[in-house]
């Protein structure tokens, strides 16, 4: 079978997925001396996964076996592969010698507070005093770990090749299950790459993936926290291959409360605030779709998990909750408002409880007793029904009163390919997938409660076991029929694209349809004329390809227009250069 493929593109290793996990996974093969491609759906300027939008924060400890403990505790109920945990804690006592060794980096614990609260998830659980987190630098939630990663990647740059804005289909197997390659549709056509050492999946969760939040989560939506980008490809495609499934059901979630932020109108993402209801938050309640509350307003969530009968678990979500607040509160938010949210043009404000339940559509009477209930406990100074602290709560003023509609967030989802402590993707038969590796969030090895800044931490030690072994494997002699899609690096090209100097009268214009992808120009237009027409970036065909990028332009120029005759037997390039063209001359007007 394996001569019998044909091969558009072959490398000795295949990183599918470019985030945390996947830069680290790449970098580390290529650093066994092997030819990598890494691959990932997202555009330039979108690409990093979940890492780019994350704390940056990475866990690290003191000691292997009270983290043990520790993360044992974590788990709990749950189960989960000794190998997986051994490797994964004893990363974990590596964590400050890898940034030093690996990132070039003298690693800082963090100073921001809202990350420092996180360092410890757990304090009830034994073995937690050992957690630490390591950040590149004293700031959060600034992409700066994935900078470092990202820039590993440049650094490799003669042994990684990057392909972006390209979509993983499905992986090649023999029959005895052996991954040879992947299909991976890039500039509308299907390419087949080979992989003669192995296939590394770090695609991330299925955050945007709607039908899968349903099925495997159980909520109708969950608004997205990080990469748009991740929409459940990995999973598909280790399914198709035969691998085992883990952790489905598992997610975190963020920002406020257990895991909520405001609903505003065609809002892409939701973000961090970190906001529960402190002493001068007390003229705030939340509702569920039934006009009544069903947590603890004040609760520090842990990931989205607050306590419920002596475990964390995920609030029971309700489809449209509103935070509900007084005046006194409302002018509380004034004066310390929410960051990057205009409050005022998403309240809704009403006179009474009664006209506020209408303008809610939610039930007068439960909204109504849910209220006097709440300003009953408050003058107790004891919530009997989610032990909010009494600090934090008072009776509401006689109005008028302010409604926010919420949305329920995903942090990140965790499963999906189950993996072995040696990053090897699990079959159904409970055997390894021959040159198939995971890593990063995409089948996480989070089985019940997450202590922040594990996900990085998975990242960095799962990506580092993945790339290795992957180089380490037998390779299958493969080979491609042709070069035209080898040695394209999107990111490198479109980092010098971003530096091209350009002049009054000059304009960049770019077309994906050429053979070889993307072909750019620069054009300088000037009083309705071409003056000059410069290639900047193209992967076209040695021959013919070629040709029609050097005589087209000249012909453009000469007769200053684009509808010239295409070179014969280059049409697909001729096509694209004259729509890079006009892609160009467009930004003059």
Not at 40 to 61: I, L, S
Not at 179 to 190: M, P, Q, T
Not at 274 to 303: I, K, L, M, S
Not at 517 to 543: A, F, P
Request: charge should be negative; proline fraction near 3%.
């Amino acid at each position: 079978m394996v001569d019998s493929l044909k091969w558009q593109a072959v490398y000795d290793v295949v990183v599918l997925g470019f985030g945390g996990a996947g830069a680290t996974a790449a970098r580390f093969a290529a650093d066994k001396n092997k030819h990598v491609l890494l691959v990932d759906v997202a555009p330039f300027g979108h690409e990093g996964g979940n890492t780019r939008y994350a704390g940056q924060g990475v866990n690290a400890v003191s000691d292997y076996d009270k983290m043990m403990t520790y993360y044992n505790c974590l788990t709990y109920p749950m189960t989960l592969s000794e190998d997986v945990k051994k490797t994964y804690v004893a990363g974990l006592v590596n964590n400050e010698d890898y940034f030093r060794k690996y990132l070039g980096i003298e690693p800082v614990s963090p100073t921001d507070p809202k990350l420092k609260s996180q360092v410890v998830e757990y304090p009830e659980f034994p073995g937690h005093e050992v957690n630490n987190a390591l950040t590149v630098h004293s700031g959060a939630f600034d992409a700066a770990l994935w900078k470092v990663l990202r820039q590993k990647v440049i650094d490799r740059r003669d042994n990684i090749d990057v392909w972006l804005n390209s979509r993983a289909q499905e992986l090649i197997q023999d029959t005895d299950q052996r991954v040879l390659g992947v299909e991976i549709k890039r500039d509308n056509a299907i390419i087949r790459v080979g992989a003669r050492n192995g296939v590394v999946l770090a695609m991330g969760g299925f955050e945007n993936n709607k039908e899968m939040i349903q099925s495997y989560l159980g909520e109708a939506y969950l608004s997205p926290m990080g990469s748009l980008y991740n929409r459940g490809d990995g999973i598909f495609i280790a399914q198709r291959a035969g691998a085992k499934m883990w952790h489905m059901n598992n997610y975190e979630s963020y920002s406020m409360m257990h895991g909520l932020y405001f609903a505003i109108p065609n809002a892409k993402r939701s973000r961090q605030i970190y906001w529960e209801a402190g002493p001068n938050d007390g003229g705030v309640v939340v509702v569920g779709d039934d006009g009544t509350r069903y947590f603890n307003e004040a609760e520090h969530a842990r990931h989205g998990h607050i306590y419920s009968h002596g475990t964390w678990r995920h609030a029971p979500l309700s489809v449209k909750p509103y935070m509900i607040f007084d005046q006194t509160q409302y002018e509380e938010f004034k004066k310390h408002p929410f960051k990057g949210v205009d409050l005022d043009k998403l309240l809704i404000k009403a006179d009474s409880i009664s006209e506020l339940a209408q303008k809610l559509t939610l039930s007068n009477k439960k909204l109504n007793q849910t209220v006097k209930t709440y300003n009953k406990f408050a003058k107790l100074g004891i919530d009997y029904q989610f032990g909010r602290a009494p600090e934090t709560m008072r009776q509401l003023d006689r109005g008028p009163y302010y409604a926010v509609r919420m949305v329920n967030t995903v942090l990140n989802t965790q499963g999906g390919p189950q993996r072995n402590g040696k990053a090897e993707i699990i079959g159904q038969d409970n055997q390894p997938i021959e040159h198939l590796f995971g890593a990063g969030e995409l089948g996480g090895i989070t089985a019940n409660l997450y202590q922040g800044a594990g996900n990085l931490a998975e990242c960095l030690i799962f990506g580092k076991i993945a790339g290795e072994n992957a180089a380490a494997t037998d390779a299958i002699q493969l080979h491609a029929d042709d070069d035209n899609y080898q040695n394209i690096n999107d990111l490198i090209n479109e980092e010098q694209v971003k530096k091209v100097p350009l002049l009054d009268h000059q304009y960049l214009g770019e077309s994906s349809n050429g053979i070889g992808g993307k072909i750019i120009v620069k054009v300088t237009y000037d009083n309705d004329t071409i003056k000059k027409i410069k290639i900047v970036q193209s992967h076209e065909s040695e021959d013919i390809g070629l040709a029609a990028l050097e005589t087209l332009p000249k012909e453009m120029v000469a007769n200053n227009t684009t509808d010239v005759d295409a070179v014969s037997g280059a049409t697909a390039t001729s096509r694209a250069l004259k729509e890079a063209v006009q892609d160009a001359i467009s930004k003059s007007k």
